[in-house]
């Protein structure tokens, strides 16, 4: 394994990414229900292996909404001035007001659900991790991963009510993030990424298989609709994908992966700003997209491609002059120039 923990898990959440933006190109399902099967449950996982609780309630609360829910106000107003912007030339009308309450209540509203359910999980995983103190028993983390699945499992097919701020998917998102916990504490990634390309091979097996079987007999996964399709189906692809996506990040080193996974945040909250434009322009040029046919998969990793060349400079920025937008802050160094570090 590398000798920088660090890259790996950036490369990982690169990866992630890139997936995540691949599903908001407008692709039939059949080009996608492989990663949907994963993508989201890999960054609850890496948050939950990257998960501490080295600090008060209050000022791990005030870090937390420092670098989730501030971002989530910044991403909201540039995305709610882009909408605009267009609403007005292309001669639709914009409720600013109606939309700013959506954000507000964060109901499954835009792509944006899952900062809000993030932070939701990170107060969870306090509480749990204040519980395992008491124990110190590291299998704490694997059966509060195996009671958070029943315990949505339950609520989905009793309940399946869609709660503010995505707080029933936090349910589901909690108990990936114990599952990272969990792997972190028994130091699995040491001992069984020894080989990372045979585990690459059977996760991406498994997952396949999986997935397929779920999207032919049941349903395509995808979080922000509530549709999981077979349960059991469900978690094997989900874990055998990120096991993939691990052995992928630890077999070589993508700098460029690196560093979308190091700002995957800005990425995650633009991106499909800069897709809806691409859109636009394919429109002004007479081009039409059948999602069904394999030139939309063309199309896509364009639209992907783009939004990084796009997204980098206002990232960079950002970080440089406003990084308190990112929950981050300048901090001085002995030649008087400044560096961007996490709160």
């Not at 107003?77 to 292309?90: E, F, Q, R, S």
């Not at 997952?207 to 509530?226: E, G, H, Q, R």
């Not at 469900?234 to 993508?254: D, E, H, Q, R, T």
Request: aromatic share 16%; proline share 2%; net charge positive.
């Amino acid at each position: 394994m590398r000798a920088e923990r660090i890259e790996w898990i950036d490369e990982a959440k690169g990866i992630g990414i890139v997936l995540v933006m691949l599903g908001h190109c407008y692709l039939h399902r059949k080009f996608c229900f492989w990663f949907y099967s994963f993508h989201m449950a890999l960054f609850f996982f890496l948050s939950g292996y990257t998960f501490s609780r080295k600090e008060r309630y209050d000022r791990f609360l005030k870090k937390k909404i420092q670098t989730l829910l501030v971002p989530y106000l910044f991403f909201v107003i540039v995305t709610m001035l882009c909408n605009g912007v267009l609403a007005i030339t292309h001669g639709n009308s914009y409720d600013v007001l109606d939309i700013a309450k959506q954000y507000l209540i964060q109901n499954r509203y835009t792509l944006l659900w899952f900062i809000t359910c993030l932070f939701l999980a990170e107060q969870a995983m306090y509480v749990l991790s204040i519980l395992n103190s008491k124990y110190g028993k590291n299998r704490f983390w694997l059966i509060s991963f195996a009671i958070a699945l029943i315990v949505f499992y339950l609520y989905r097919i009793s309940i399946d009510i869609d709660l503010p701020w995505n707080a029933d998917l936090t349910i589901l998102g909690t108990a990936f993030m114990c599952l990272g916990q969990w792997c972190k504490n028994s130091k699995c990634f040491t001992t069984y990424f020894a080989k990372p390309k045979m585990l690459l091979c059977l996760g991406v097996v498994v997952c396949l298989i999986a997935s397929a079987l779920n999207y032919k007999y049941f349903t395509k996964v995808d979080w922000y609709s509530d549709c999981w399709g077979n349960p059991i189906l469900f978690v094997i692809a989900a874990i055998s994908g990120i096991i993939a996506v691990i052995s992928i990040s630890m077999l070589k080193n993508n700098k460029i992966l690196v560093a979308v996974g190091k700002n995957s945040l800005m990425y995650y909250g633009l991106h499909r700003i800069v897709i809806d434009l691409m859109f636009v322009v394919y429109g002004k040029l007479g081009i039409e997209i059948i999602n069904t046919s394999w030139s939309a998969v063309g199309f896509a990793m364009i639209d992907v491609l783009v939004s990084i060349c796009v997204i980098t400079p206002f990232n960079l920025f950002i970080l440089k002059y406003m990084p308190w937008c990112l929950g981050r802050k300048k901090v001085k160094v002995k030649n008087d120039k400044y560096y961007n570090t996490n709160i």
